[in-house]
C-alpha cells in the first residue's frame, strides 16, 4: 500500500532557485494538504484543496503555490526559494466527507534546504 | 480562534513507567480530538481520537479521554517501550471546516 507518497526526499536549494514537490496519493482522497514543520512550531497549514481543480491558502501561503490538475496529485511549488523556507514539508490527504473526524494520512515528508 | 497546546518536552522516562502529556484546546463547538504520532524520519500516524464529550480512544496502550468540562485531551499510557520514543501531536478538527489544528509536540524519550 503506497498511501501518500512525495518526492523528493532530500533536496538543497540556492536561493533565488525555483522548484516543485510532489505529493501523490492512491486513496481516491478528495482532499489534500501541504505542512511545513518547524522546530517547536509543529506543523503549519501552507496551502490545501478540497478537490480536483481547486486550491485554498492555509496559515502561512506567502512564497508558495500549488496545483491540483489530477485528484491524485497536489504540488508544491517554490517560486524564488527564501532561507525562510527551509524546512520539512509534509503532504496529507483524508477522504471527502462532511465529517471532519476523518483522520488524514502523511507522507514521510520532504527535508528542504535553502541556502 | 480555535488552538491545541500541548506540555512542552522532552519528556524523559523509563521503560514501563506511566505517561501522561497534557493538551488543552480553545475552539467553539464541539471540535473532533485526535492525537498523532511522529517517529524519526516518518510522517504523521494516527494514533487515537474521540469525536464527542467523554469519548474515549485507545490504540496500542495508550488513551486520552475527551473532556468538555476542562477542554482537554490528555494522552496516556500505563507502561512505555522505548518503541514508543517519538513525537507526539495533539490536534483538533472543526465540524465545519477541511482544517486540523495541531500543537506544537511532545517529544517522548523513553531509556531502557
Known amino acids: 500500500n503506497a498511501g501518500v507518497t512525495q518526492t523528493p526526499k532530500f533536496r538543497v536549494l540556492k536561493t533565488g532557485q525555483s522548484m516543485t514537490l510532489l505529493c501523490a496519493q492512491d486513496?481516491?482522497?478528495?482532499?489534500m494538504y501541504w505542512y511545513r514543520q518547524d522546530p517547536g512550531m509543529g506543523l503549519r497549514l501552507i496551502h490545501y484543496s478540497v478537490g480536483e481543480g481547486t486550491t485554498a491558502k492555509g496559515e502561512v501561503p506567502d512564497g508558495y503555490n500549488v496545483s491540483r490538475l489530477k485528484k491524485q496529485n497536489f504540488l508544491l511549488g517554490l517560486e524564488s526559494a527564501a532561507p525562510s523556507q527551509t524546512s520539512v514539508y509534509f503532504c496529507a490527504s483524508r477522504t471527502g466527507t462532511i465529517i471532519s473526524n476523518q483522520p488524514q494520512h502523511f507522507g514521510d515528508g520532504t527535508r528542504l534546504s535553502i541556502l | 480562534g480555535n488552538s491545541v497546546t500541548q506540555m512542552e518536552g522532552p519528556v524523559t522516562l523509563s521503560e514501563e513507567a506511566f505517561l501522561t502529556i497534557n493538551c488543552t484546546y480553545t475552539a467553539t463547538g464541539y471540535p473532533s480530538l485526535f492525537w498523532y504520532v511522529q517517529y524519526p524520519g516518518e510522517g504523521l500516524q494516527l494514533l487515537l481520537k474521540a469525536t464527542k464529550a467523554d469519548d474515549k480512544g485507545s490504540n496500542k496502550g495508550f488513551e486520552a479521554t475527551y473532556r468538555k468540562e476542562t477542554t482537554s485531551f490528555h494522552l496516556e499510557k500505563g507502561s512505555v517501550q522505548v518503541s514508543d520514543s517519538a513525537v507526539y501531536f495533539c490536534a483538533l478538527s472543526q465540524f465545519d471546516t477541511d482544517k486540523l489544528i495541531f500543537g506544537t509536540g511532545t517529544r517522548l524519550q523513553v531509556f531502557p
Open positions: 486513496m481516491n482522497h478528495e482532499y
